[in-house]
């Protein structure tokens, strides 16, 4: 008989808090420096567009922040209802670090951010705009902090293990443990872009209603020459973090690529379909040598298989497509963005081709999609391990029953599926009003 | 220092517990009577939130962060055994969020929906968290009689939080808002005094540990101010409610600062209630704190950081002050 366990329910309902709460950060983190950058730009220039660019796009940054507080609440009391293990095993390390993002990040973004939706008529320009900008720093300590938790999860480093319990060796050690750099500015473009490509989308779309229109025109062609930048930049970084994941995660690696074994002259797979029972990648289309030519920079360079790793490897089907779906996305990006830096800076086209707008309004949220499928790779990438190598997922688990798992999760669900379409249809209805309308305090 | 940090950081988690329970109290009160206005004073009271609101609920995020940080032993125990009302509160914080702000951006269609879901959600999250207070008092206890005690404490900490709405409404609007923040807070108040008694009479009978330090002679003598200078400053809010013009333009204040008082002589009774212990008749603070390594570094950064964050807690708070006129707002 089928038979719901447990340690599946609570992973599934971690992932889908997890999901649905990074979508949010990954807006308001990009968009609280463009809504810095929108400000400092009226102030220097008197151009009151980019004053309306602030209050319309305030709004999203608003709801965005509200439900990625909300959702990152229930993140942190899950630690402890669902995985208590891993408190008692590992707190002397993830304890501080999550203690430093509530003490120097949370309270400064939540505290400002009430001047900077309220504020605007009660204190001098200046001190908005530093409320804008301590906004902003707030939520970049934040992913600080908790990519620095999960870098270490991943790479650990500066730890001591005494009777099962994790000790601090040297904080220098944990914190800036070897995949943290490059986890770090992965995500802080990834979010760049995700924001980017959020305001370029539903500016596509307030152009092609023409609405206040050569404001948004401004809005548009400032985030594509930021996409046009970030886009490429992000295959560097990401190509970096993975020759990063290569040397500290190498079963990871391994499903990402699909390297069945150790072998060395490793070709690239396109596309193929892991089939784990088999161990082999059917219908596999290869460029020969291309992996071990990205991977070890030579022909015929040695990449460790999953042979390897038996019994302690991601499941690697889900590995291998997140990773070609964020690749994707991230060639999409790079695409959109320089077809339209093409029109808007070489040909100085004054309005953008409906086609180009339409694909704009397409890639919306095609940084939601990369972002996800990135998450995929790196978190389930390091399973079964919940600390790598050292703390598997199924020995810190809570012991609720399959009852009580299924109704917390199914209501989790509901509620979040609700917020989400809640959250679309409010974007659609926001981006039809002119910027004017919508002025006034209150976020 | 093994000695000392521990019992630090118990008296920053209760710090925050106790902010948390005046700040976003007064958040959720305002939800809670959100339902008894008109149209138009709905914006306002939501108004009278609004900067503060975000900032309020995080307090809840560092207590129990704190917990996590410094006593994970003990974490995990606490919030496996409140699974429940864990999962219904956060139910409930992320409707109320969440139609906060939805309510000022979707189309006017929604607006009612979003202003009911504030309401249902800012219910939920208060009897939520007084289902987890009662389960916390017994120490984590799952007989018939704590349940039932739990569920008293359900109903009635909803109680506090409308009238610490009530009394935030005085403070920030005028006019015939005003008048009604004033009969909710009068409707309310005896509510709350009967409940703060009924749980100061049941909890010794509930948990033998805490009925040993209070009615042990002499102990129990030291804390004998707790009682009473609650019963005080019930009587003094009695009086307050008992003509408006003690609660007039420049005094409004009084009826707040009256409620921080007593939430504060409940949070001492209850420190003393339940200290040294973490889980109450379980595990002391001691027996579940990090190591000393993890806990020091932390407190350098608590005793730095925390200062600061009370200081620009207070300019925000002083950048806001004021009635809100409903032309400030939209």
Not at chain 2, 161 to 187: E, N
Request: glycine share 8%; net charge neutral; hydrophobic share 55%.
């Amino acid at each position: 008989m089928f038979e719901l366990d447990p340690l599946v329910l609570s992973r599934a309902q971690f992932a889908a808090n997890i999901s649905f709460h990074i979508l949010f950060p990954s807006i308001t983190l990009g968009l609280g420096w463009l809504l810095l950058f929108f400000r400092v730009r009226y102030t220097l220039s008197g151009d009151t567009h980019w004053e309306n660019a602030y209050h319309f796009w305030v709004k999203t940054f608003a709801l965005s922040f509200a439900i990625g507080v909300v959702s990152g609440i229930t993140m942190s009391f899950q630690f402890g209802t669902n995985w208590p293990g891993f408190m008692e095993r590992t707190g002397n390390i993830s304890g501080p670090l999550l203690g430093y993002e509530v003490l120097t990040a949370f309270f400064l973004e939540a505290t400002f951010l009430g001047v900077m939706l309220f504020g605007k008529a009660r204190v001098s320009n200046r001190a908005h705009l530093v409320a804008c900008a301590l906004v902003a720093v707030g939520t970049t300590l934040s992913s600080f902090w908790i990519l620095s938790l999960n870098s270490w999860m991943q790479t650990p480093t500066g730890y001591l293990i005494e009777d099962g319990v994790f000790h601090v060796d040297s904080w220098m050690a944990v914190i800036f443990n070897p995949s943290f750099p490059y986890r770090l500015a992965h995500m802080l473009i990834a979010s760049m872009l995700t924001a980017s490509f959020l305001v370029m989308g539903i500016s596509a779309r307030r152009m092609r209603l023409k609405v206040d229109g050569p404001g948004t025109a401004k809005v548009y062609k400032a985030v594509v020459v930021i996409a046009m930048v970030l886009a490429p930049l992000q295959v560097l970084v990401g190509d970096l973090h993975g020759l990063n994941t290569l040397e500290h995660q190498p079963a990871k690696l391994a499903a990402i690529e699909g390297v069945w074994e150790t072998h060395s002259g490793v070709a690239f797979t396109l596309f193929g379909l892991p089939d784990e029972t088999s161990r082999t990648t059917r219908y596999a289309l290869e460029i020969p040598y291309a992996a071990s030519l990205l991977l070890t920079h030579s022909f015929d360079g040695e990449i460790r298989g999953l042979n390897e790793f038996e019994g302690a490897h991601p499941p690697v089907a889900i590995v291998f497509w997140s990773f070609r779906i964020m690749v994707a996305v991230g060639m999409l990006m790079i695409l959109v963005s320089w077809w339209a830096g093409w029109e808007l800076l070489v040909r100085r086209r004054e309005r953008p081709s409906d086609t180009l707008l339409r694909a704009s309004v397409w890639m919306s949220f095609s940084g939601w999609v990369a972002v996800l499928a990135g998450w995929y790779v790196t978190e389930i990438g390091r399973q079964p391990w919940i600390v790598q190598g050292l703390l598997r997922a199924r020995d810190v688990v809570a012991d609720h029953s399959a009852g009580v798992m299924l109704g917390s999760f199914t209501g989790y669900m509901a509620l979040y599926v609700f917020v989400l379409v809640s959250y679309i249809i409010t974007l659609r209805h926001l981006s039809t009003k002119p910027a004017a309308s919508l002025q006034g305090p209150g976020g | 220092m093994d000695y000392w940090l521990p019992l630090f950081f118990a008296g920053a988690m209760g710090f925050a517990l106790l902010m948390y329970v005046i700040l976003d109290g007064y958040d959720l009160g305002i939800g809670l009577l959100l339902p008894l206005a008109s149209e138009p004073e709905k914006d306002r009271m939501i108004a009278a939130i609004g900067p503060f609101w975000d900032a309020n609920e995080t307090w809840i995020v560092l207590g129990v962060g704190i917990l996590l940080i410094a006593f994970p032993k003990a974490h995990g125990d606490i919030l496996t055994a409140m699974y429940v009302p864990v999962t219904l509160m956060l139910g409930g914080l992320i409707l109320r969020g969440i139609a906060f702000d939805f309510r000022a951006k979707a189309a006017s269609l929604y607006k009612r929906m979003w202003n009911n879901l504030f309401a249902l959600g800012s219910l939920v999250s208060a009897c939520a968290q007084g289902w987890m207070l009662g389960t916390y008092i017994t120490g984590l206890g799952s007989t018939p009689f704590s349940q039932w005690f739990a569920i008293l404490i359900a109903l009635t900490l909803p109680a506090l939080y409308i009238l610490l709405g009530a009394a935030w409404l005085l403070i920030k609007t005028d006019g015939p808002l005003f008048d009604k923040a004033l009969h909710w807070a009068r409707s309310a108040i005896l509510p709350m005094g009967l409940a703060l008694l009924l749980v100061s009479i049941a909890t010794p009978l509930v948990s033998a540990s805490i009925a040993n330090k209070w009615f042990t002679w002499p102990q129990g003598l030291r804390m004998l101010p707790i009682p009473l200078l609650s019963t005080l400053i019930f009587s003094g809010l009695l009086w307050l409610l008992a003509d408006p013009r003690r609660l007039s333009e420049g005094r409004e204040w009084r009826l707040f600062a009256g409620l921080i008082g007593l939430c504060l002589l409940a949070g001492l009774g209850l420190a003393y209630s339940i200290l040294p212990d973490i889980i109450i008749g379980r595990m002391t603070i001691w027996e579940s704190a990090s190591s000393t390594k993890s806990l020091l570094f932390t407190f350098w950064g608590a005793i730095i950081v925390l200062p600061a964050i009370l200081a620009y807690t207070f300019v925000v708070y002083r950048i806001f002050r004021g009635k809100i006129t409903s032309l400030t707002y939209e």
